[in-house]
């Protein structure tokens, strides 16, 4: 299983950046899928959920009303758009999945694959 995380870089706050990430190796529409970040000095953490079929989303508190979750089954692809970005954003954002995840899933423990992350920075 391969994920490849895209789409970071540098924003001042306020703006907006889309992340995305490839699949491969798995039956991607068997999956729910996952974003997380990492933040420097900071523990991996939850940001958002999707269910295998993309009906059902689940958001950290932190980014609900700024990001949303999406996929496309059709070409393995989870993505991550991100507005009004704020300087506490500034993080690496890794897609995950696990075998046994679902839309409910938000501890990186539950996680069997994971990107390589790619670097938001937001400035203030």
């Known amino acids: 299983v391969q994920l490849q995380a895209s789409g970071g870089g540098l924003v001042q706050a306020g703006g907006s950046l889309r992340l995305s990430c490839a699949a491969s190796?798995?039956?991607?529409?068997?999956?729910?899928m996952g974003w997380f970040r990492q933040a420097p000095g900071k523990e991996r953490e939850f940001v958002a959920t999707?269910?295998?079929?993309?009906?059902?989303?689940y958001y950290a508190d932190s980014v609900k009303g700024r990001f949303t979750i999406s996929r496309d089954n059709a070409k393995n692809t989870v993505n991550l758009q991100m507005n009004s970005l704020k300087p506490e954003d500034t993080a690496v954002y890794y897609c995950?999945?696990?075998?046994?995840?679902?839309?409910?899933?938000?501890?990186?423990?539950?996680?069997?694959?994971w990107g390589k992350g790619t670097l938001v920075t937001v400035s203030s």
């Open positions: 995950a999945t696990g075998r046994f995840m679902t839309v409910a899933t938000t501890e990186t423990r539950a996680m069997d694959y």
């Open positions: 190796g798995l039956t991607f529409s068997n999956y729910a």
């Open positions: 999707i269910s295998r079929s993309g009906g059902s989303l």
